[in-house]
């Protein structure tokens, strides 16, 4: 994935594709300065193969959004999440089936070999992340809690020296402690990581390096400035966020 | 450092990450490992183990491992083990794996494998059908199919056959912690293998029928080595296959789960598989529960089904006293006596029923457990 991808050179990789009209036929000759939201329904109303922009060997989810759920298909290339600084044996904990497929690939590519673990077979689990010595935990909003409950009591929570989270949502961000969490990142399963919570101020978060963050109109428009197999161009998230100055320095907003 | 051999399950437990540290180094790269572990359905005591997954060789991986859009129906750490070795060089931008889950068993379902046209669909047996019971024409006219991570049931497998006439149905025989062992070929039926390449097969103690424990050989990572261990499956040789090859095996059940020797007896989960289809108007689901318990100085046996009726036998047998008769009085437990036979020679307690709203199977039906 580039991280030097500028979005007017996105949006022209976009419009000139051979493979794929999507975007074309969604911005009917906008100026790219002014290019129209994409709602994540509109992904439902085409196909996969008609919004591939590259063809190249990955994985594909269920996605559900909406009334109507769709494929979206993540190239095994695209997969390099900041998800990790310090641990190296990460116990991943994720309720939907595409988290505890992706984060393990994602890991893989680091040279970091995952736990897969389950709330729904505790003893297993915990044994594992014993034997393992697992030094971090990576979860999704539903599942840190309960997993953390579940590991307090087989392990010494020094020992777990870094704490990954997602969540979708601010009322999902508002369900966790915090305080406890190393790394806390929102991301959508067609998105990746788009914004992390500020080490320094606690309610702000910031845009990942390759992508562009809007929350001007009270809702969080996203563009990852990366050439994936469907680009996400000015996604409109349905996240409701408002943009804000942080006091570290850097743009953010705040999840409503 | 010096290859470990194991033979027992105890020594796998101990030996089992030996290695880790040549993925950490930077040595071995993660991706052609998986963290497997687990009891399975057993109730063993747990393990895990790294392994290598490109030990024998990939081709023997089911479900993705083609070059081809599939869909792998397995658990998730099994998939995570299918699609990983993706990552490396050997596959070609067409090879894709689509991740579905029993909660996308819906409405929805066959829209979104028209939109996905796999070309190569792989799975546990029950998980399969699952998914083809929702599956739009254009994938039911799939050309390759795989069966694997449980036994296949006659029913499963005719279904199957129906629902895809055209598929070439390839049956794998493994685990979670050794990867492919056996693998059919054109001339074998169902449940029958032949050794993957770096595999072996033998057969401990062979009762009068030939069925005995599964011994395995095979390496499990460069540094670790299963020697003739036991996997906790039955099975028999079969003979010369028309294939030419003379090594083909066929599995009898899972020790314990489709197979408990009891008090002199044998349960059988086809057995009880049939008596329960001859009494489908009264019971929607089963689950037989078997254990041993002493009565003075003799051991008993206790089977204790737990059912869920069918309407009609809410309203006919409330409390079950017919249903245990006909259901003792039907099933075989030796070749020449039946579960009530035992029960009046006092080798086995009464029969007890317990009816159910539900029985939850998950992935793998078991129907039959030891307690």
């Known amino acids: 994935m580039s991280n030097d991808l500028s979005f007017s ?3 022209a990789w976009a419009r000139e594709s051979g493979l794929s009209s999507f975007y074309r036929d969604h911005w009917n000759h906008a100026a790219t300065n002014s290019l129209p939201p994409l709602a994540r329904e509109k992904f439902a109303a085409v196909g996969l193969r008609a919004r591939e922009y590259k063809k190249k060997k990955g994985i594909v989810s269920v996605i559900r959004v909406g009334a109507k759920p769709y494929l979206w298909k993540w190239a095994l290339e695209d997969l390099q999440g900041d998800y990790l600084r310090s641990g190296c044996r990460p116990l991943l904990l994720f309720s939907r089936a595409h988290d505890a497929i992706e984060k393990p690939l994602t890991l893989f590519r680091k040279n970091i070999l995952a736990l897969n673990g389950t709330l729904s077979n505790p003893s297993v689990t915990l044994f594992a992340a014993a034997n393992y010595h697992i030094d971090s935990v990576l979860a999704d909003s539903s599942t840190y809690v309960p997993g953390m409950q579940m590991l307090a009591g087989v392990l010494d929570s020094k020992q777990i020296v870094e704490r990954t989270v997602f969540v979708e949502s601010g009322v999902e961000f508002r369900s966790l402690p915090e305080q406890e969490i190393t790394h806390l990142l929102l991301s959508l399963p067609e998105t990746g990581s788009i914004a992390r919570l500020c080490e320094k101020h606690h309610d702000i978060f910031h845009a990942e390096p390759d992508m562009l963050c809007e929350a001007e109109s009270g809702e969080l428009i996203v563009t990852r400035l990366a050439r994936l197999v469907t680009p996400v161009i000015r996604l409109a998230t349905g996240i409701a966020a408002r943009a804000m100055e942080c006091e570290c320095g850097k743009k953010g907003f705040v999840l409503a | 450092m010096n290859r470990i051999i194991v033979k027992t399950k105890d020594e796998w437990r101990a030996a089992g990450l030996t290695g880790l540290e040549t993925i950490e180094n930077g040595s071995e790269r993660a991706w052609m490992y998986a963290m497997a572990f687990g009891s399975g359905t057993t109730g063993n005591p747990p393990m895990i183990t790294l392994r290598h997954l490109n030990l024998p060789a990939r081709e023997y991986q089911l479900g993705v ?11 998730r750490d099994a998939q995570v083990r299918m699609i990983s070795p993706m990552l490396g060089e050997d596959y070609n931008d067409e090879t894709e794996a689509l991740i579905l889950s029993t909660s996308d068993m819906d409405e929805h379902l066959e829209e979104l494998l028209h939109d996905y046209r796999p070309e190569r669909i792989g799975g546990f047996p029950t998980f399969l059908e699952s998914v083809m019971s929702h599956a739009p024409q254009s994938v039911r006219d799939i050309k390759n199919m795989d069966t694997g991570g449980e036994m296949t049931s006659e029913g499963a497998h005719a279904f199957l056959r129906r629902s895809s006439p055209h598929a070439e149905i390839t049956q794998t025989y493994s685990s979670a912690q050794t990867g492919p062992l056996g693998l059919s070929c054109a001339h074998l039926k169902i449940n029958q293998y032949h050794p993957v390449p770096g595999v072996s097969i033998e057969i401990e103690s062979p009762d009068e029928n030939g069925v005995g424990n599964i011994l395995v050989s095979k390496p499990i990572t ?11 499956d039955s099975a028999r040789s079969l003979p010369r296959c028309a294939c030419g090859r003379s090594d083909a095996f066929e599995i009898a059940g899972r020790t314990d789960f489709d197979f408990i020797r009891i008090a002199g007896a044998v349960l059988h989960r086809k057995e009880f598989d049939r008596v329960i289809a001859a009494l489908s108007s009264h019971i929607a689901d089963y689950q ?7 009565e003075k100085d003799r051991m008993q046996g206790l089977v204790t089904l737990r059912i869920v009726p069918t309407p009609l036998c809410k309203k006919s047998d409330a409390s079950g006293g017919w249903l245990g008769e006909e259901l003792a009085r039907l099933t075989f437990v030796t070749p020449s006596q039946t579960l009530a036979d035992l029960i009046r020679k006092k080798l086995f307690r009464p029969l007890q029923i317990e009816f159910v709203d539900e029985i939850e199977h998950k992935f793998k039906k078991v129907h039959l457990l030891r307690k």
């Open chain 1, 9 to 11: 050179e996105l949006v």
């Open chain 2, 65 to 75: 491992a083609s070059g081809m859009r599939g869909i792998p129906l397995f658990t």
């Open chain 2, 222 to 232: 460069k540094f670790l080595s299963l020697e003739r261990f036991p996997m906790g």
């Open chain 2, 288 to 294: 037989v529960i078997a254990e041993e318990a002493r």
